[in-house]
């Protein structure tokens, strides 16, 4: 007989079965009636305090100030300032609101005759509004915070001598109900700000409060860029992700929010950046935000801010939070260092590297390494070609022997249109046939053309973008190569005093010098099979000097001697295969087969097929251009 003492009793299971029951049933009614309401209050709050962010911090008081005035009006219209100054940046703090509304950069200017400085803050009402803000809002909208009208005064500090370095400064603010609100700031020898905002509860209640941060701007900047190539507007990397919001892009999403334990965010100019990078390994919730003009006297507002999470302070306790503010030049070494230093993840993406990212920095590091070492940017710019040249020679090699060869076996192609003329399609198969036997391939010139796209984008970029090719000058007219050529070939070079109007192309004298080299090196290169092609290639010298008149200096000296240094290799070969090299008229061969060109109606299948797959590659369709032109987005590793 088995033995029953080690089984429950059937009572024993009822009332374990009813345990069971009244324990979900308990849990569950806790979970609807008091976590669930709890949790969606919190969240409403949460979601309300971001509102308040906006509604309490947008800079509304340049709304009812009128017309926008003089930068420095406004100024000397409020005494009550902290003056900040560490030999990178200087300017003020506002202790009425607490506002940094006024920075300006010590070693950048605006014109090349170093009067102006740069200027990166200024103060609602003025004519270009852009400041940052700190502050707490509360999830009880009674309880009183600090907001543009409060007035701050100083705790620990000299505020005679102001924000430097060596003197952080310590400002408070009491709401008179118990709340103590401290802020501590410190400032690096570069463009790194730090605010410690502390809150001290001496009230008789606990108070639930959220940290935030914003960079606020009324309108566009002064100076935008305006070419889709360079991105300008709200940008922030969050949680792995870049998000680059143009300013023409926001209107379409006024509201975008992320949420995420580290990242950084700000508003981004071609050369300048203010940045808020919040306590990283702390959840917070960050947002892009434009809100369109309310009345005749507003302007529209961009804003990026940072909400953290929210900071519960009992009777007799405090609580701090950290935050960091950037705003200066997008230096890549400055930009790699706080990366580094800070634990920021790609703080490097402030500077649009675009999509050819592996490509871009690479340059920039060489450039800057060259411009400090020969203390010229445009030598330096000069050494960069050659080490592209030399990087991409075996490419070129192959295919200025394929050249070589095709220009070569040129009699025997005329041979063969002398022999064929009339019957078109059998000429083309025997100049297949003629191909196959020479091992000669008329379509590997493209292949440096190929290698080149990337690298000259990517070297596009470094010269819009770099902040040391900014004012850099080259010798004789070239004062900045960030700007196109000041010269125009219609007053002749400025021989002539006349100034010719906006709408006729302004073509420079190194454009000129670029438009030589490339009909040069045209002259190298066997006339094309295909009669839309050999017009295509006739007038892409023209088409190219055109379009890059109106770019960088930078890019054109570039692109002149990079084609040069081409023509250079391209005539060593040719020579060495005993090819003739003609540079201001054509071979005869070149001129019959021109001619038979002109005349033929079309080209064989086969070689019609390897054109297009070339075409293809080199300008790709109009969803290819487009991502041609996208900025890159980092990817996120996969969880394994």
Known sequence: MMNNQDQMHPDDWRN???????SLALWFSFDHFILQPRMQAMEAAAQ???????????????????????????????????????GAIFGSLSLQGGRI????????????????????????????????EFGWVAADKSVKTPDKTSRWRVAEGDLAKGLSPDTPITLYWENGAGLRFERTLEIDDQFLMTVKQRVINKSGAAVTLYPFSLIAEHGLPENVFGMYIIHEGPIGYVGGELTELSYKKIKKTPLTEQTATDGWIGITERYWFAGLIPAQGEETKYRYIYAPASSENSRERFQTDAMGAAHTIEPGQSTESTNRLFVGAKSLGILDRYEKELDIRHFDLVL??????????????????????????GIALIILTIIVRLSVFPLA???????????????????????????????????????????????????????????????????????????????????DMSVKDPTNVLNLFGLLSWTPPEFLPAIGAWPCMMLMVQLMQRQMNPPPQDKTQAMMMNLMPFVMTLVLAKFAAGLVIYWTFSQALSILQQYVIMRGMGV????LRRSREDKEMAKEV????????????????VEEALFGDDEGQDKAISKPKPKKKKKK
């Not at 003739?580 to 540079?583: A, D, K, N, Y």
């Open 598 to 613: 002109a005349e033929g109606p079309a080209v064989h299948p086969k070689l019609e097929m390897i054109e297009e797959t």
């Open 48 to 86: 309300q305090a971001a509102e308040d962010v906006t509604v309490k911090n947008d800079g509304a008081a340049a709304i009812t100030e009128g017309a926008p005035r003089d930068r420095a009006e406004v100024l000397a219209e409020n005494h009550a300032r902290l003056p900040i100054d560490n």
């Open 101 to 132: 509304d006024d920075i300006s950069l010590q070693t950048y200017y605006r014109t090349l005759e170093k009067k102006d400085h740069v200027v990166l803050f200024s103060p609602a009402g003025s004519n270009y509004p852009k400041y940052a």
């Open 16 to 22: 374990f079965i009813l345990f069971v029951v009244a």
């Open 352 to 377: 649009d590297f675009g999509m050819y990212y592996f490509l871009t920095k690479p340059f920039f590091y060489i450039l800057h390494f060259f411009g400090q070492l020969t203390h010229n940017m």
């Open 397 to 479: 090699n192959t295919s200025f022997r394929s050249f070589a060869k095709l220009r070569k076996i040129s009699p025997k192609m005329q041979e063969l249109r002398e022999k064929f003329g009339d019957d078109r399609q059998k000429l083309q198969e025997e100049l297949v046939k003629l191909y196959e036997t020479e091992k000669v391939n008329p379509m590997a010139g493209c292949f440096p053309i190929l290698v080149q796209i990337p690298i000259f984008f990517a070297l596009y970029k470094v010269l819009q973008i770099s902040i040391e090719m900014r004012h850099a000058p080259f010798y004789g007219w070239i004062a």
């Open 580 to 583: 003739e090299v003609h540079f």
